[in-house]
């Protein structure tokens, strides 16, 4: 259920390429979350509903469907409606690789033009596509298929980790604003507390995959980190670039550890529930140190901020405004 709800990511990472998107991107995020609420919300209900009496005498746990909808259908005798949601099922999931292959490879693209990835990787073809991180993804694609050998594992591998980036946006969100990174017209409220919230809650989610998925995840991460280092040994990025990201470390370290001795496929040495309580408490105190640190990074350099800040009301097409000195 949480990588049916990453689509929104989708919409920010092609942002780049929309015309208006200080109008365009909240009403494209707006719309995608809304729909795949009522979407599932109406699933979820015309599931409920439709169950027939005598398979619940044991209770939900006893209802036991290897394609829940499609196995529903043959039930009811709707043997047509049964293949065409396996038919569905097979096709349906091309829709979501197409998006991802395009958003993805912008990622690859901006990762590039910011000297993480070689500069190649910023080259586009004729049709202004970045062909090469399309490359790098496939075969990236293609290693993921090693240690994770079905559908299933695929996506809650990637659940997992695409709630840990929403980790790090409640984290960058906090430090812009502190910059004045962000105009206050557009801003959203009480952040304040959705921003902590949202980061722990993520962390719970993490925490929950269990442990024989969650340790594959923090294994990509941390190559991830490695190469991260790699960079900034082979640049001429500052001491604060790689000191200001050790709360990061910290929490994956501790996360990880956590896993490992918690109920969800952990050692149970941890009980629950309280191993999501110490897992909420132990990430509401990594959110304050990456919040703290972000925000002291981007105080300590007004000139960067400036320049950021430039280019942000360049893209939006406003006139650029002073930033006030730190």
Known sequence: MVFAYTGFRNVIELSGEVRNPRHTVPRALITTIV??????????????????????????????????FANLAMVLGLSWLSWTLIADS???PSGSGIVYTASNSRNVFGLAKNGFFPNSLTALNRRGVPARALV??????????????????????????AAFTFQIGAVSLVAFRAAGLTRRDTRLRGMTVIAPAAFVVSSLVVFWTSWSKLWIGMVIIGLGIVWYAVVWLRSS??????????????????????????????AHVLPAPWDSVVVAAFSLATYLWGARSGTAYMEARPEMVRRLRAEADEDRGDAPEPVAAT
């Open 237 to 266: 990025r500052t001491v604060a670039e790689l000191t200001g990201g050790t709360w990061l470390v910290v929490y994956l370290v501790g996360l990880t550890i956590l896993s490992a001795l918690g109920s969800f496929g952990g």
């Open 35 to 68: 729909v795949t609420i009522v979407l599932y919300l109406g699933l979820q209900l015309a599931f409920l509903g439709a169950v027939p009496a005598s398979l619940l005498g044991g209770g939900w746990h006893g209802v036991n469907f290897d394609s829940p």
């Open 90 to 92: 097979m096709l349906s």
């Open 136 to 161: 790098l993804n496939f075969v990236v694609g293609l290693a993921y298929l090693l240690p994770l050998p079905s559908w299933h594992s695929i996506i809650s591998v990637t659940g997992s980790i």
